[in-house]
């Protein structure tokens, strides 16, 4: 693998600024784990503000699609701590797992969407998202297996 931001490099400038933003990475890693941190606390919240009112300890549809929003958030932000945390290892962007996060944001779009506030090209647009991620993670995956 290429390494794209060398913290050895003949010219001090590069070098330095090299350094400086593997020192931004790393702070971005410490900021997202504070982020999925806050997530899970707000899951047990939204759990908590659902089944504390009445009726008490059920939920309705609309309840669980909350529910899901939460957890999928929280899904969402380890997928992109596990992209920084790969890119800090390798120094190369992992293609097939930002299209899987990308994936992962728009399956969560598409669990919590209400159809009575969306419009058919809304809808459209969303199809045309999903099937352009999954071809190019498909693809992506092919290549993959190429190489090896």
């Known amino acids: 693998m290429s390494d794209e931001l060398p913290e050895k ?12 933003i593997k020192f931004c990475i790393r702070t971005l890693a410490v ?72 994936l992962m944001a728009i399956a969560r779009k598409v669990i919590i969407i209400d159809l009575k506030d969306v419009t058919a090209i809304h809808i459209f647009s969303i199809a045309a998202v999903v099937l352009a991620l999954g071809v190019t993670y498909y693809l992506v995956g092919q290549q993959h297996k190429e190489s090896l």
């Open 9 to 20: 490099h003949p010219d001090v400038l590069l070098s330095r600024l090299h350094k400086a």
């Open 31 to 102: 900021l997202m784990v504070f982020v999925i941190f806050w997530g899970v606390l707000d899951v047990i919240y939204v759990i908590y503000t659902q089944v504390s009112k009445a009726p008490y300890l059920l939920l309705a549809v609309s309840d669980i699609f909350k529910v899901f929003a939460a957890f999928l958030v929280v899904l969402i932000a380890i997928e992109i701590y596990q992209n920084i945390i790969l890119y800090l290892r390798t120094d190369v962007i992992p293609i097939k797992l930002v299209i899987a996060t990308a």
